[in-house]
């Protein structure tokens, strides 16, 4: 998002009821996440390499806490202090406005579904609809990644539409589904969260 970069490029401080997002902190928090991350099955339908390493952990959060293009947020579990998962959100101008081009998240098996992923999910789109004033959120997942496309939809991503692509971690191609969040089915969402 060149030129919008730098005022959006850092992280703020998103505070929940379960979990807090913050800047990641790639040299005191690789040894943690490597060894949340050690299996495999985390990453199999991301389009990550797996580090193999603590210092090969060091090095990709560093690279993606660098990355120009990229907003990137630790997830933190409140009650344990412990770091359970990384956002990761790419801001982009498309023309006059402002969308959320992609957004990768990963959450620690041992609070899968307990609502860590979806209070991290809602302070972002707050803050992309809010404070970055996007317009709508674009994100994807490989058709076999059942958790991710669940939980998006589950969100209240809708599925634009679903395409082969080589997935080069895999070496076949397969479908992939790509999804949107506009800011007015959020706000819409929203509004008919409270009333229940
Ligand atoms: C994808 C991922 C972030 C989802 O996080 P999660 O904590 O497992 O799931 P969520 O809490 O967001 O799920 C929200 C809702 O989605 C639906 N859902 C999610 N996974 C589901 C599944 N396997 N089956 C049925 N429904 C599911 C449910 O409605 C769930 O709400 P509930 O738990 O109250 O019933 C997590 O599984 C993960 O980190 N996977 C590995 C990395 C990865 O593949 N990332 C995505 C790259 S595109």
């Not at 979990?19 to 949340?36: M, Q």
């Not at 293009?69 to 402002?98: F, Y």
């Not at 991290?120 to 059942?146: S, Y």
């Amino acid at each position: 998002m060149r030129g919008m970069k730098t005022a959006l490029r850092k992280p703020p401080v998103l505070k929940g009821r379960l979990v807090t997002l913050r800047a990641l902190d790639p040299g005191a928090d690789a040894a943690e996440w490597h060894a949340e991350m050690r299996d495999p099955d985390l990453w199999r339908w991301t389009d990550d390499r797996q580090p193999l390493s603590v210092a090969d952990t060091r090095k990709q959060l560093q690279a993606w806490a660098d990355n120009p293009d990229l907003v990137v947020w630790a997830i933190v579990d409140n009650a344990s202090n412990r770091m359970v998962g990384t956002v990761r959100v790419q801001p982009r101008k498309d023309g006059d406005r402002v969308i959320i081009a992609d957004q990768t998240n990963q959450i620690a098996r041992s609070v899968w579904r307990k609502g860590h992923h979806k209070e991290a999910c809602q302070l972002v789109f707050d803050w992309a609809f809010k404070t970055a004033e996007a317009e709508e959120i674009r994100t994807k997942a490989w058709a076999p990644n059942d958790n991710a496309w669940r939980s998006m939809e589950a969100l209240g991503f809708k599925r634009l539409r679903e395409a082969h692509y080589m997935n080069e971690s895999v070496g076949v191609p397969m479908p992939m589904r790509m999804y949107v969040l506009t800011k007015k089915a959020w706000m819409e969402e929203k509004k008919a969260t409270y009333k229940r």
